[in-house]
């Protein structure tokens, strides 16, 4: 009988969100503005993929998932940040995030640039709760979490990216800089997963390889949504990456061969996770749900 | 013999500008001119108060100051994106620090932003490294570090400082501002180095006391400073609080006034250095360095 991904997302999403709000509602020191502003972009919807990559992860190695939660909160706290200063007006000036305002429209630019610090700095204090967890891999966990998010990770390839505008990439390129911009973080939250679970280096070898490989194709994937979507479906300005000049996998691939891409990069990830047996069922079909979403 | 602070500062300032670029220099993968804005700012000159803080205080409990190298250096990361996030347009719109150009107007505004997310998670990259403090203590450090720096601490003061400017507040909530604001950063620093140096729990709470006095006494002189300085000496545009409508130390106590309260705080946080000897000297010229300073 294959896995039923659907009751499986419900129940991560649950404990996702009810953690997140949880971790939220502790900040009671917080300006009311700024926890508002918080509030708004962080319980405002979203895929929740990094938080529900890491407590599948921490699941694929033997360990219950809410051993995974800290971690898997600092990993949406640190992408719903990197969301907000996205759209800012000065970096994509988007209108739209999740079918709303996004939040400089919302609240001001301020408050928005605030509120973005606040919960990137955040997302290391949540990280560093140690909640069942071992001091020296929680130590490793926000080395690898900054790293991922740093810059040479995220906010690297924002960096290229703002510089991308400018000139036509090569495939090569431009997978160096989605790998940064997306993909290290994803793969960061199956690691973070994996280790706070207690993987073996061995599993922590096959998971960094699934986890590689799924960055990768959920750009690819996120491209060619960017031209087939619409504004209803997307829940922000489809097209808006082709309208900043940006190249995508789909200017240098077409959809077609993009989306053959993404499915061969993303079997390649999948091999790896074979010895992981049926502990994985969650993270071959969230793979599956990565490359054939349509948002 | 009184204790002799200059040749103190220069050579404690040595070891944090040669650690400082050394951390920059090891982010090899970073894109060219990110790295090139991050350098811009954080080697650009400034006082160096917090890491030099941190670094004493180690020293104050018995401990060589290079323990506290990568708290440091972590801090002083902290500091300068904050500076560089508050120059912002959208922000205190500043066009001068420290004599030179802001990082904003020097490079653009986009790469400014992402040269102070980079700054504000390399910094939790730099305090996770581990070199000679143990993996519970580096996690503790971590923890107050984001604490001191986030929503209800420095980045929760801004959002403080941003209302302010809407009505007059009260001594009481004037010091809140800025216990968040700046105090929670510099109480975090002595902090910080303490406990990296291996601080008993008596020691901690000491220098708890001194770093909280620290931290208010350091904020009233800034805005005496503020209405005495003037550019050449200030490094930065001298006014432009005042200017912006925000209610300064100044505008409640008079300047002398609040020369008189930043001394008396100083005079009581001093008073808590007592038990630790001659070991501690180093902060308290720093204490009347702070108090004493003109820029």
Do not use: N
Request: proline share 4%; net charge negative.
């Amino acid at each position: 009988m294959p896995f039923d991904l659907d009751p499986y997302l419900s129940a991560r999403r649950q404990l996702v969100e009810d953690a997140l709000a949880a971790r939220l509602t502790a900040l009671d020191e917080t300006p009311a503005a700024l926890l508002e502003a918080m509030r708004y972009s962080l319980l405002g919807g979203g895929k929740r993929l990094r938080p529900i990559l890491a407590l599948a992860a921490c699941e694929a190695v033997g360990a219950p998932a809410e051993r995974a939660l800290d971690a898997a909160c600092a990993l949406e706290f640190i992408h719903t940040y990197s969301l907000i200063h996205d759209d800012l007006p000065a970096m994509d000036d988007d209108d739209f995030r999740r079918g709303r305002p996004t939040l400089h429209k919302a609240v001001g630019e301020a408050m928005a640039i605030l509120a973005g610090d606040a919960l990137l700095t955040e997302a290391f204090r949540v990280a560093a709760a140690r909640r069942g967890v071992d001091p020296a891999g929680t130590a490793e966990v926000l080395f690898e979490l900054a790293r991922a998010a740093g810059a040479e990770g995220m906010v690297g390839g924002q960096a290229l990216d703002v510089a991308a505008t400018l000139g036509r990439p090569t495939l090569e390129e431009l997978e160096r800089l989605h790998r940064k911009k997306t993909g290290d973080l994803l793969l960061c939250a199956v690691r973070a997963g994996a280790r706070v679970g207690g993987a073996s280096e061995v599993q922590l070898a096959s998971l960094t390889t699934y986890g590689r490989a799924l960055g990768l194709a959920f750009q690819i994937v996120d491209d060619v949504l960017d031209v087939t979507a619409d504004l209803a479906t997307l829940g922000k300005d489809p097209g808006s990456d082709r309208e900043a000049g940006k190249t995508t996998f789909v200017d240098l691939l077409g959809v077609d061969g993009a989306r053959r891409r993404a499915a061969e990069v993303m079997d390649a990830g999948l091999l790896a996770l074979g010895p992981l047996g049926a502990a994985a069922e969650p993270l071959r079909a969230l793979a599956r749900y990565t490359v054939d979403r349509d948002r």
